[in-house]
């Protein structure tokens, strides 16, 4: 009877040490998703050294009271090169922000730079309506100086009727 329990809680802590292994090694190949994420905890409680830190100083900004975030606005970009890649000038307010998420099983996309461009990472967000995963738009990242730094957040898809 013992050695059937130890032989269960053995397997059960194996089990837990391969997820564990697994979950490390699948973020460690991402840091881009690692910076989103790092962004969107230190947004969420009002870290305003870290999030200033962590954004691309030209081209957004955070508006706060005091020490806590009120909101954060990104300026007009040109994302990526092409007639279609226009961002228009955006603002959110914290709870906008912080309503999005990074999906648990999303990936960063990076886009190898050519010539003098930064590499460009773009992370999918996603909200919650109704109690179902929604398309929350994208956040942007730019490698600035070896580190990932948020460039812009893009407004979600908007639905179309038909």
């Known amino acids: 009877m013992t050695s059937n ?47 200033k830190s962590m954004l691309v100083p030209k081209v957004a ?3 706060y009271a005091g020490d806590r975030i009120t909101g954060i606005e990104f300026q007009e970009q040109h994302v990526f090169t092409g007639a279609f890649s226009k961002s228009p000038a955006v603002k959110y307010s914290y709870l906008e922000i912080t309503s999005r998420q990074i999906p648990r099983d999303a990936s960063a996309v990076v886009i190898q730079s050519s010539d003098k461009r930064p590499e ?17 738009g994208s956040m942007y ?22």
């Open 61 to 63: 900004g955070v508006t």
């Open 5 to 51: 329990l130890l032989r269960i809680f053995g397997i059960l802590v194996l089990i837990v040490l391969i997820f564990l292994v697994i979950n490390k090694f699948s973020t460690a190949n991402q840091p881009a998703k690692k910076a989103a994420e790092a962004f969107m905890t230190a947004f969420a409680n009002h870290d305003l050294a870290t999030v």
């Open 120 to 136: 460009l990472a773009t992370v999918p967000l996603e909200m919650y309506a109704e109690n179902k995963p929604v398309p929350g």
């Open 141 to 162: 990242l730019e490698k600035v100086e070896g580190s990932w730094k948020v460039f812009y957040i893009a407004q979600p898809p908007k639905e179309t009727e038909r």
